[in-house]
């Protein structure tokens, strides 16, 4: 297909062809894009969703790349980033607005900057608005589902729907976002008061435990498994004489072994095998099951 031809002169924000997707993930893994389109504000997302819904091109969404293992052969069709292209913060009182391309961390340090509290444990998950919505992300006992009061989100074709928290189903790295497969937009928050003092104390104490617990400055997807009922992943894994287990440029953390890294130029395939192994020997010698948290995308 002749991609440049169809979106030639169209204004959905920057257009790039065969673009490698490497430089969209953190763990610096992916291959090409036929087309990935960085829109800049919500009528050029509507827009585009809608254009490429009547053209029957297929539509992929990322953001910060944060929980991704894209495939080697890459994506076809188009690929939609939502990242520093489409962020935006407003607040009103306790009530803060964002964009779903707003990285979190940008998102709690404005909400800090303006005496409100709320967002400190979440702040330091390595992604948007958006993705951590769509997954109810948490950590340190804090949910996206403790602070967000609606959100608004958009299907494929382009149409506009609005969700309270309620109406959202948040659960365990779950939202309605997945179950309709729908694309978040923006998402309100409502935070409470607090002193400059007390918030930047907050966000400094989680902010230190991540760095000193966390190879924050490693490539990484973030946590590779999901929490396992009755245990947790980065325990299995130590238990199991895994931490700094090694194939080629594919690691378990000596950090922290919930963090799988890529030390050079780990493939994908390479990725995907080496977690695999990491679940199956956690499997035979403690016989839980490790679940992949990290969303595998591309053409196998």
């Given at each position: ?84 292209n489409y962020d935006g913060i407003s607040i009103d009182g306790t009530t803060m607005t964002v964009l779903a391309g707003t ?198």
């Amino acid at each position: 297909m002749d991609y440049k031809s169809i979106y030639e002169a169209k204004r959905f924000g920057e257009i790039l062809f065969d673009e490698p997707l490497k430089d969209y993930t953190t763990w610096g893994i992916g291959g090409p894009a036929d087309v990935l389109i960085k829109p800049s504000n919500e009528e050029e997302l509507k827009n585009l969703l809608k254009f490429n819904y009547e053209n029957e091109i297929k539509t992929t969404v990322i953001g910060l790349g944060s929980n991704l293992l894209i495939t080697d052969k890459g994506i076809r069709g188009c690929v939609l980033v939502l990242a520093d292209n489409y962020d935006g913060i407003s607040i009103d009182g306790t009530t803060m607005t964002v964009l779903a391309g707003t990285s979190l961390n940008k998102a709690a340090t404005t909400s800090i900057a303006n005496h409100l509290t709320g967002m400190e444990e979440i702040s330091g998950i390595p992604g948007t608005v958006g993705g951590a919505v769509a997954m109810n992300a948490g950590a340190y006992g804090g949910e996206i589902k403790d602070v967000c009061v609606s959100v608004k989100a958009f299907d494929f074709a382009g149409n506009e729907y609005n969700f309270t928290n309620e109406e959202m189903n948040f659960s365990y790295r779950h939202s309605k976002i997945f179950e309709q497969d729908l694309i978040v937009s923006s998402a309100v928050f409502e935070l409470s008061p607090d002193s400059l003092d007390e918030a930047l104390n907050k966000y400094e104490d989680y902010t230190n435990r991540r760095e000193t617990k966390q190879p924050l400055d490693k490539k990484s997807a973030g946590s590779t498994f999901k929490r396992p009922e009755g245990s947790y992943a980065s325990k299995l894994i130590d238990e199991c004489g895994l931490r700094g287990y090694r194939i080629g440029d594919c690691q378990v953390s000596e950090k922290h072994c919930g963090f799988i890294i890529n030390r050079g130029n780990a493939t994908s395939a390479e990725m995907l095998a080496f977690i695999e192994e990491v679940a199956k020997i956690v499997y035979d010698k403690t016989g839980f099951t490790l679940e992949r948290e990290v969303k595998l995308i591309g053409e196998l």
